[in-house]
């Protein structure tokens, strides 16, 4: 069975984005990307349905910019078997990219399909449910753990107040959540070879896709700082102050 | 037209974030129509009916909604959709599953985890795990929209809306509910508990035992950061933050745990942070109102006792 591993070229989690004061938009212009954490669990997920014979040839899909390519390396670094960039310069929004992988899926035609829960950037969490409802094939979010059985998977899924299992019939499509797996350690060799792969790029203009954006983000904004603590010296000075303020009875 | 909210169970009650959801879709100042679907729902349509704001409760009976799939919810919105110009759901789990499925059916991009709305088609949302909040335009003429249902205040429960049923279309079949397992407790429920106690990794093995004697004086939930939870000294349905449960209680109180972006994204909406940590330098300091700068080993028994 294929598998096709959406991935992302997505802001590095660990930056503190800031708001460029004269755009009135998020500056990410100096932002270092990295390959979307929920991404990384996806392929690591993929690598080892591989390694346990359960799967024989795992897709990597990017779309974005050239600078994608690395997040594609980093999916052959840890035993992607091909890759694809499907190009494009706009900053797509949900609805398109769905629509793009799309068009991937139809010709891959892989029995199982991940992307993350989310992108750690916009938040957006939207894309892995619009694909499957595009695609009409079953849906399972936030998996933290799976079973492959014949032509279907066991999902369990972080739900409210624990986890659901569900079962799909295949394809399917599933959201990485970060419990899924923790992914491997890229060992250099890896990532050296990596770099001589070939990444099979197509542009997204003429996939025959309307990638126009639905909504405008008109401007953004940093929430305003706390001033910091209050430095009380003990429990007890803790509680009455508390007290005083009504909080606590 | 008018508007439709979604609205969810748990067994066979509504939901309290219904309330909430309503709350949001009253900006809008048209009629609402609430979705109740599940496999036994009179109680929860009684509820529904109750509260404010809400014209009809539209109410969807059917064995396969007893453990609600997202392929069945979808079928059910679609088959009423083309009546509404707005469609609202809590960015709860449940909505955040199936509202980017109906909304790609309906070639519509939807806006998701909103905090502020300005009808008929403005809204603030955080992105950057709640680093940067974002004003966007929606310029379709279909609104689909996930809340936050801590950034709007729940309607009263003084309404009298007519319940009316209507017919569920048949599961597709293509996915299968196995089985649940939900941590019971007696305590109150981390979204809306109006006390929230969490503790980091470093709490260890005495995560349990530090903390709730403490938990059930103040009446308070307990909750963890994602280290602790991945340390395996507290259940995942215990996590706050980004990836874990978004919470607003009245007072918050976070015990040895650092303060990452990710944990904060979860907790920004509390009213009061008390933060207890050793270390002076401690992020979590810059985002609490009170501070204690303690190790907790010892302030944790301290708190027990001054409470009593
Ligand atoms: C994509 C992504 C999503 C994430 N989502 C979440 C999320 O939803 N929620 C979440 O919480 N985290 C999340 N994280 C993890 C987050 O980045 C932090 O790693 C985590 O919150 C740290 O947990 P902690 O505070 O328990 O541990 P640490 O960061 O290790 O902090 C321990 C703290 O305990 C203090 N301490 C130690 N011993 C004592 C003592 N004896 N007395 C007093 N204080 C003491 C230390 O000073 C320190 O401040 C996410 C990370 C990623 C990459």
Redesign the pocket.
């Known amino acids: 069975m294929k598998v096709l591993v959406a991935v992302k070229h997505a802001v590095d989690?660990n930056l503190k984005p800031f708001v460029d004061a004269t755009t009135g938009q998020v500056d990410l212009s100096q932002a270092r990307r990295v390959i979307n954490?929920?991404d990384e669990i996806s392929i690591e997920e993929a690598v080892r349905l591989k390694e346990r014979g359960l799967v024989t040839e795992i897709v990597a899909v990017s779309i974005g910019g050239a600078d994608a390519k690395d997040s594609l390396r980093h999916a052959y670094a840890m035993g992607a078997d091909r890759a694809l960039l499907v190009e494009t310069d706009v900053r797509l929004q949900p609805l398109s990219v769905a629509k793009l992988l799309k068009v991937i899926v139809e010709r891959e035609q892989p029995g199982l399909i991940f992307l993350g829960k989310q992108a750690?950037g916009e938040d957006y969490g939207q894309t892995g449910q619009m694909l499957a409802a595009l695609l009409g094939v079953g849906l399972g979010t936030f998996a933290s753990a799976l079973q492959l059985k014949d032509g279907s998977v066991e999902v369990t899924r972080e739900v409210d107040k624990g986890t659901q299992t569900i079962s799909l019939q295949l394809p399917a499509v599933l959201t990485s959540d970060?419990r899924l797996n923790e992914p491997r350690f890229i060992k250099l060799p890896n990532l050296m070879m990596a770099k001589k792969k070939a990444i099979e790029t197509l542009a997204a203009g003429e996939l025959g896709i309307d990638l126009a954006n639905r909504f405008t983000v008109i401007k953004s904004n940093e929430p305003p700082q706390k001033p910091g603590a209050v430095q009380l010296a003990s429990v007890s000075e803790l509680i009455s102050t508390l007290r005083k303020a009504e909080v606590l009875q | 037209m008018s508007i439709l909210v979604l609205a969810e169970l748990d067994g066979n009650k509504l939901k309290g974030l219904a309330a909430h959801v309503v709350s949001a879709a009253t900006a809008w100042q048209k009629p609402i129509d609430l979705l109740v679907y599940g496999s036994q729902v009179e109680e929860a349509a009684k509820e529904a009916a109750t509260l404010s704001g809400v014209a009809r409760v539209l109410v969807a009976q059917a064995d396969h909604f007893a453990h609600p799939l997202v392929e069945d919810v979808q079928d059910l919105v679609l088959s009423i959709a083309k009546e509404y110009d707005v469609i609202v759901s809590a960015h709860s789990v449940l909505g955040k599953s199936v509202i980017p499925a109906i909304a790609a059916r309906l070639d519509v991009a939807p806006i998701t985890d909103v905090v502020e709305i300005h009808a008929p088609s403005s809204y603030v949302r955080p992105e950057y795990?709640g680093n940067i909040f974002s004003h966007v335009e929606n310029h379709q003429a279909l609104q689909i929209v996930t809340v936050r249902n801590t950034a709007f205040r729940p309607v009263a429960t003084d309404g009298n809306a007519e319940v009316v049923s209507i017919s569920a279309p048949l599961s597709r079949a293509i996915s299968n509910w196995i089985k649940e397992d939900l941590n019971h407790s007696d305590r109150p429920e981390l979204g809306s508990a109006r006390v929230v106690i969490a503790?980091?990794?470093?709490l260890g093995e005495s995560f349990e035992a530090l903390l709730s004697p403490i938990a059930e004086k103040l009446d308070a939930a307990i909750g963890?950061?994602?280290?602790?939870v991945d340390a395996g000294f507290a259940p995942n349905d215990l996590?706050?933050?980004?990836?874990?449960t978004l919470i607003a209680p009245d007072l918050y109180i976070a015990?040895?745990?650092?303060?990452?972006?990710?944990?904060i994204?979860?907790i920004k909406d509390s009213k009061v942070v008390v933060a207890?940590?050793?270390?002076p330098d401690?992020p979590?300091f810059k985002y609490a109102d009170y501070g204690v700068i303690?190790?907790?080993?010892t302030?944790l028994p301290e708190l027990d006792k001054a409470l009593q």
């Open positions: 989690h954490p929920f750690v970060l | 795990a503790g980091g990794r470093s963890a950061t994602r280290a602790c996590q706050v933050g980004q990836t874990g015990v040895g745990i650092s303060g990452a972006m990710q944990h994204a979860g207890i940590n050793h270390d401690a979590i303690a190790d907790l080993f302030a």
